[in-house]
Every structure is written in structure tokens, then in C-alpha cells.
């Protein structure tokens, strides 16, 4: 059975799911997940789409699929805006008895709270435009690039110490 829904939770309804699998696909906006604005460089763009198949296995539900969306994200080392595309794997077996048991309304699994748990846990902890990127702040010019030593960490706080020694120069 398909279905496709827009601009809604995303639900599986375990009357349908005991005659036959669902298959959920959609695109949930963004406000809907209410994703705390704790971090500053990263910004869940408008839409996120998803596609996930549902089947009963005894007392479980199983929920596989794809998750994908894009985050805003500022480079913590060059403070360049850049555009990270994410693709995740959805994988969640859901207790349907039993103290770990999932909620169930009006016969209704809510998979909202599952979907925005997981988007959470893709934010980068130090967005980087690039994988390589030693460019300082406020430094465009990539032919002034000639340092000697390659920044190895990938921590930020090692730009603020490059910074400072530019400074003492
Ligand atoms: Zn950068």
C-alpha cells in the first residue's frame, strides 16, 4: 500500500500496517521537527524528504528507509556559507509491547520524533566547507597561503592560534 503525504506527520497507522506493509513517502517541513536553534552554523533547510517502507514483525515494528535533507552550515574555519547535503540510512525497530513499547495514538505510530532524533545526530560538530580547509577569516586571497606548517587539527581553536601568531608578526 502507498502513500503519500505533504506537509504532515509522518504516521503509520498499525491498523493498515497488520493487512499490509506501508510504504511513507513525503516531504515534512522543517518547522514541524522544532529543531533547537542551538547551533549557530547549522540551519535545517526548509524540507526534508523521506521515504520508508513499514512491516510488522511480531510485535515489532520495522522501519527502513532514506531520510534526506540539507543544512545551512557556516565553515568554523574559513566562516564561509556552504551547503551540506545529507542522505541518511533510517533504521529503527519499534517495540509495540513491553516496557520499551513505542506510543501509540488513535492506532497511530508518530515517527516525527524518530526522523528529527536522527537529523540531529548527522549535525556536523565542526562544519567544515571542506575537508581540507586551513583558510583563516577574512583572508580571501589563496595565494596569501603560504605558510609552512599545514594546520593538522581539525579543531577551531587551533585558527584562533594561527590568528594570534599573525597577529605577533
Ligand atoms: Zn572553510
Same mark, same amino acid.
Given at each position: 500500500?502507498?502513500?503519500?503525504?505533504?506537509?504532515?506527520?509522518?504516521?503509520?497507522?498499525? $491498523?493498515?500496517?497488520?493487512?499490509?506493509? /506501508?510504504? @511513507?513517502?513525503?516531504? /515534512?517541513?522543517? +518547522?514541524? @521537527?522544532?529543531?533547537?536553534?542551538?547551533?549557530?552554523?547549522?540551519? =535545517?533547510?526548509?524540507?526534508?524528504?523521506?521515504? =520508508?517502507? *513499514?512491516?510488522?514483525?511480531?510485535?515489532?515494528? /520495522?522501519?527502513?528507509? #532514506?531520510?534526506?535533507?540539507?543544512?545551512?552550515?557556516?565553515?568554523?574555519?574559513?566562516?564561509? #556559507?556552504?551547503?551540506?547535503?545529507?542522505? =541518511?540510512?533510517?533504521?529503527?525497530? /519499534? *517495540?509495540?509491547?513491553?516496557? +520499551?513499547?513505542?506510543?501509540?495514538?488513535?492506532?497511530?505510530?508518530?515517527? &516525527?520524533?524518530?526522523?528529527? +532524533?536522527?537529523?540531529?545526530? *548527522?549535525?556536523?560538530?565542526?562544519?567544515?566547507?571542506? %575537508?581540507?580547509?586551513?583558510?583563516?577569516?577574512?583572508?580571501?586571497?589563496? $595565494?596569501?597561503?603560504?605558510?609552512?606548517?599545514?594546520? %593538522?587539527?581539525?579543531?577551531?581553536?587551533? &585558527?584562533? *592560534?594561527?590568528?594570534?601568531? #599573525?597577529?605577533?608578526?
Amino acid at each position: 500500500m502507498k502513500k503519500e503525504i505533504f506537509g504532515a506527520l509522518v504516521e503509520i497507522n498499525l $491498523k493498515q500496517l497488520e493487512k499490509d506493509d /506501508l510504504h @511513507l513517502q513525503g516531504v /515534512l517541513p522543517a +518547522e514541524e @521537527l522544532d529543531i533547537p536553534h542551538d547551533d549557530e552554523c547549522i540551519e =535545517l533547510q526548509e524540507q526534508v524528504h523521506y521515504n =520508508l517502507h *513499514a512491516s510488522l514483525q511480531g510485535h515489532f515494528v /520495522l522501519i527502513r528507509g #532514506l531520510v534526506r535533507f540539507v543544512l545551512d552550515c557556516e565553515c568554523v574555519r574559513c566562516l564561509n #556559507l556552504f551547503r551540506m547535503p545529507v542522505e =541518511l540510512n533510517f533504521n529503527e525497530l /519499534l *517495540a509495540l509491547e513491553g516496557e +520499551e513499547s513505542v506510543e501509540i495514538k488513535d492506532d497511530s505510530i508518530d515517527l &516525527t520524533h524518530y526522523i528529527r +532524533e536522527d537529523i540531529l545526530l *548527522a549535525y556536523p560538530q565542526h562544519p567544515l566547507c571542506d %575537508e581540507d580547509c586551513d583558510r583563516l577569516p577574512q583572508m580571501p586571497s589563496r $595565494k596569501g597561503n603560504k605558510r609552512g606548517a599545514h594546520v %593538522e587539527s581539525k579543531n577551531s581553536s587551533s &585558527t584562533w *592560534a594561527e590568528l594570534d601568531k #599573525l597577529k605577533l608578526d
